[in-house]
């Protein structure tokens, strides 16, 4: 773990931090946060949908790089404020939690969720992890699989690689170009092989966040079929046919090496890393993910535990 400093100024953090907020605020659903203290700082946890959902186990978030819990909520319409869901804020990746980076090289990911779960009374959970948030699940699907009743991978890291040169051209100088000259015709061509429409909340957001944010432009390490051997839930997986960072599909092929237990795999057409934010391609996406969730609920309905009581 290193202390870091997620944006590049004060005011650089305070306008990344009000767009949590902004975020948060185009929800269709309740919402409360709590924040969580753990050996590696504090977290805060969103929390939605009803105390006793029609499925016991909770469904813990975990958002992509340079984002936050309001972020990944957003993509799923109404359905978190129908079933319980755990929004987790990621340390370094977010403005709502501490200001460090975990060392993927070390079972430190793994150790601080753990203790998120701990502090919210979560046995077990199904586990979504989202880009930046799927290499972060698949540590704790490494080192303790024992707290996981269901993974679901949406464009997750760890998995796969994009081709290189490739993506320095397409994505890498884009970004160069816009960082030597921060205009909004670089900061659209910067991120057009990463989002596949564009949106009022999150194209003004990515402006800023590419001017603001301090990125960590290191790449979370490749799991192996030894890493997951342990790991005996169900797990679902979603791609995108047009993911130059982890393209889609190879990353299916590769999930059926890695998980014996893979239920099932969907691959996102004409789609970037980003989804679209259309409003139909969103309500398609919620179809995806809960027909994920019922995937996995049907392949083993026994090791979804109930939820232990809580302080809530």
Avoid at 173 to 184: D, G
Avoid at 296 to 302: G, K, L
Wanted: with cysteine; glycine share 6%.
């Amino acid at each position: 773990m290193k202390q870091v400093k997620l944006a590049k100024s004060d005011d650089g953090f305070r306008i990344l931090n009000e767009w949590h907020d902004r975020f948060e605020s185009r929800l269709s659903f309740e919402t409360r946060t709590e924040r969580v203290n753990t050996s590696f700082g504090f977290t805060d946890v969103m929390i939605t949908g009803p105390e006793e959902s029609q499925d016991s186990s909770p469904i813990v978030i975990l958002h992509g790089a340079t984002a936050g819990a309001p972020f990944a909520l957003g993509e799923l319409q109404d359905l978190p404020g129908r079933q319980r869901f755990y929004t987790v804020n990621i340390p370094g990746q977010s403005t709502r939690a501490e200001q460090v980076r975990l060392d993927f090289g070390t079972d430190e990911y793994s150790r601080w969720l753990c203790e998120v779960f701990d502090q919210l009374s979560i046995e077990r959970a199904t586990v979504c992890g989202v880009s930046w948030g799927g290499s972060v699940a698949l540590q704790l699907a490494k080192y303790n699989p024992d707290r996981i009743s269901g993974l679901i991978l949406v464009v997750p890291g760890s998995i796969v690689r994009g081709p290189v040169l490739k993506g320095i051209w397409e994505i890498g100088l884009p970004m160069l170009r816009f960082k030597l000259f921060p205009t909004q015709k670089n900061c659209d061509r910067a991120v057009h092989k990463i989002f596949t429409t564009s949106d009022e909340y999150w194209s003004p957001y990515i402006t800023d966040a590419m001017r603001y944010w301090n990125v960590d432009f290191s790449v979370p390490p490749l799991v192996s079929k030894n890493d997951m051997s342990s790991l005996n839930a169900p797990v679902f997986v979603i791609a995108a046919d047009k993911d130059l960072s982890f393209p889609g599909e190879p990353l299916i092929a590769r999930s059926y090496s890695l998980f014996p237990n893979l239920v099932g795999a969907h691959l996102l057409k004409n789609s970037h890393h980003c989804p679209s934010f259309d409003s139909d391609d969103r309500r398609r996406f919620t179809q995806i993910f809960e027909s994920a969730l019922e995937s996995i609920r049907a392949a083993s309905p026994s090791a979804f535990c109930v939820q232990s009581e809580t302080k809530h």
